[in-house]
């Protein structure tokens, strides 16, 4: 079952690392490194949901997010705090119409909403990009796994829990169905945790 397989995520270390990576702006890769940031600042947003937010999705005076998700089709809102909003300023572009996309991703607006197909396609091909240019820069960071962009998922539920957001929180934020989902994330802490008395309590 997938609840047991491991769940890498970046630590905070790792995080700031590759915020500070080097990349040519205006790139492909600088993008794709926004949008896994954005997706570890935004609650663990899939990446389906982060390539098809529309400005009538983020409302900026209450800095909150409101879409509905893909995967589980329920409503979900939330607040972002300000690396995301920084993200999200960084693309904002002027004189766009309310059913515009946020990031440069999805060219052809019509062909993808009107398809099941297409959007799946679209979906699964920017994916493997962002797959393939994140692995990169976690090679240059020296992870010890495979960088892919569902680790943000993975890196936001770690980080919240391990700075002391409630687990219900997290589960609400990652829109998870059932509380044992997000229980993983904190079996994972607790993990570390006891490797950190191992390793340092002789």
Not at 43 to 63: A, K, M, P, T
Not at 99 to 113: A, E, G, L, R, V
Not at 139 to 150: A, D, I, R, W
């Amino acid at each position: 079952r997938k609840d047991t397989e491991k769940r890498v995520f970046l630590n905070k270390d790792q995080i700031e690392k590759l915020t500070n990576l080097d990349l040519k702006e205006g790139k492909k890769a600088d993008l794709w490194r926004d949008l896994f940031l954005f997706s570890i600042y935004a609650g663990g947003l899939r990446f389906s949901d982060v390539i098809e937010l529309q400005y009538s999705n983020y409302n900026e005076e209450e800095q909150r997010i409101k879409k509905v998700i893909r995967k589980t089709g329920r409503l979900h809102q939330f607040k972002i705090g300000k690396v995301a909003i920084d993200i999200l300023n960084k693309y904002k572009k002027e004189g766009t119409q309310q059913d515009d996309y946020i990031f440069p991703i999805i060219t052809d607006k019509k062909s993808y909403n009107n398809s099941e197909e297409i959007r799946y396609f679209i979906s699964q091909r920017e994916n493997h990009s962002a797959n393939f240019q994140l692995n990169r820069m976690g090679t240059k960071l020296k992870l010890p796994f495979s960088l892919s962009f569902h680790l943000s998922r993975h890196s936001f539920a770690t980080n919240a829990l391990n700075n002391g957001m409630r687990i219900e929180h997290v589960s609400k934020l990652m829109d998870h169905t059932d509380i044992s989902t997000t229980q993983i994330y904190a079996k994972i802490i607790n993990e570390e945790l006891d490797k950190a008395v191992d390793n340092y309590i002789f």
